[in-house]
């Protein structure tokens, strides 16, 4: 298992709440990236600590198949200044799996989201607090790109 702590760090982003029921996350999920990109969010967020992307699932009610909260995002170094239609999120220390997304996005993130899911033993361990993708350098790197994602697990 590659599980590895990460200390304590923000976010503030745009949001939606969805469930994977009947795809409706793959819906609403898309539709935020729409409105990140084409209103140029990351511009509009302050404080960031760098330029990359988070998406954070979190605010879960259940487990996966239940309602949950999909932030799309950049890292900040405080939560001061949340812009109007903003959300903030602290993201607490905690133990994380990370998984590596290879090859043209988004579908190698669902891919591995269709893996997490389907790994019962790791269910198991969800501790479904937050949990998040990285999109750095390397996600526009077309049939090559690279996303990080890691899902809190109990320690």
């Known amino acids: 298992m590659n599980n590895q702590t ?32 084409g209103e140029e969010i990351q511009k509009q967020i302050p404080n960031n600590a760098s330029d990359e992307i988070y998406a954070v699932y979190t ?13 799309v995002g950049l890292p900040v170094t405080s939560l001061e200044n949340i812009p109007k239609g903003f959300i903030g999120i602290t ?18 993130v669902l891919n591995t989201w269709l ?6 033993e790791l269910n198991l361990k969800r501790a479904y607090k937050a949990d998040f993708t990285i999109h750095g350098k390397k996600y526009y790197d077309g049939d090559n790109a690279e996303v990080e994602t890691f899902i809190s697990v109990k320690e």
Not at 59 to 71: A, H, Q, R, V
């Open 6 to 37: 990460i200390q304590k760090f923000y976010v503030i982003g745009i949001s939606t709440r969805t469930t994977n029921a009947n795809g409706q996350s793959a819906k609403d999920i898309e539709a935020l990236w729409g409105k990140f990109w």
């Open 115 to 120: 893996e997490i899911w389907e790994n019962k």
């Open 91 to 108: 993201i607490e220390t905690s133990l994380y799996q990370k998984f590596v997304s290879k090859g043209k996005m988004p579908e190698a």
């Open 59 to 71: 605010d879960y009610e259940t487990d996966f198949t239940g309602l949950y909260t999909t932030i």
